[in-house]
């Protein structure tokens, strides 16, 4: 593969022509991955920790141990970082999403596991917390991804029980959805600052309240059960 360059200092510049072996290419485009992933990486631990506002460039290439050069290459602006963090965020919690709906017996049993696995993930993942916080900071102009792609994907499972015949007759499936987001994002604000909330103990007694509004079968120990189980397996 042929590529170019510009030779520097005083005069005309030059554009030199030089061939990359197949080899050279494939460990430049792996170094270029992983720089990427360890400036992801970096940003969110810092747009978790400070937020998107007191978060700046050069203290997340020092964290990713890179030039700001190099940052600059793969990330035209900060915005641009956070959203790419919003995206690996979104693509992390899809991903759980699935893995708890493809273990789970009915759709609600899904929405619970999955809602305790999130809340057990914004702990564990600073990508996951990142992309939460960076959704609810109100110094972005373009944020709300993960707010948004969470509540969306409570409606639609909340709409599929509906039509299965595991919602309660008077629930409202809007009104449904509301409780469950709110719910699980104030968990989370909360548990960014005291694990203590997102215990096994707390998260069962979250679910205790609302199932008898939300579940057409009496019968609620199924969909408590597993809780502690599924934690368990998503944290390992």
């Known amino acids: 593969m042929l590529s170019t360059f510009r030779t520097g200092g005083p005069g005309p510049r030059v554009v030199v022509l030089y061939r990359l072996r197949e ?5 430049m485009q792996a170094r270029a ?10 940003a969110a631990e810092l747009f978790a920790a400070e937020g998107y506002a007191r978060a700046s460039l050069p203290v997340i290439s020092e964290r990713a141990g890179v030039s700001t050069g190099a940052l600059h290459f ?18 992390s919690v899809e991903e759980l999403a699935q893995r708890c709906r493809s273990a789970a017996d009915t759709l609600l049993q899904s929405l619970v596991h999955t809602a305790c696995g999130l809340l057990l993930a914004v ?8 992309g939460f916080r960076l959704s609810g900071d109100p110094s972005r102009k373009n ?3 993960m707010l948004q792609w969470w509540r969306a994907w409570v409606h639609d499972l909340i709409v599929q029980a509906q039509r299965e015949g595991e919602l309660a007759q008077d629930v409202s499936v809007d009104a449904a959805t509301t409780v469950i987001v709110a719910a699980t994002a104030g968990f989370e604000v909360l548990g960014a600052a005291d694990r203590d909330w997102l215990s096994v103990e707390r998260v069962t007694q979250l679910w205790t309240f609302l199932l008898p509004w939300l579940a057409g079968s009496p019968d ?13 397996e998503l944290s390992e």
């Open 123 to 130: 702990v564990t993942d600073p990508v996951i917390r990142a």
């Open 143 to 145: 944020g709300a991804q």
């Open 74 to 91: 793969h990330f035209a602006s900060k915005s641009d970082l956070a959203g790419e963090v919003e995206r690996a965020a979104a693509d």
């Open 23 to 27: 080899g050279d290419l494939m460990v």
């Open 33 to 42: 991955v992983r720089t990427r992933q360890s400036l992801v990486q970096a």
């Open 220 to 232: 609620h120990a199924p969909l408590l059960s597993g809780i502690g189980e599924a934690l368990d």
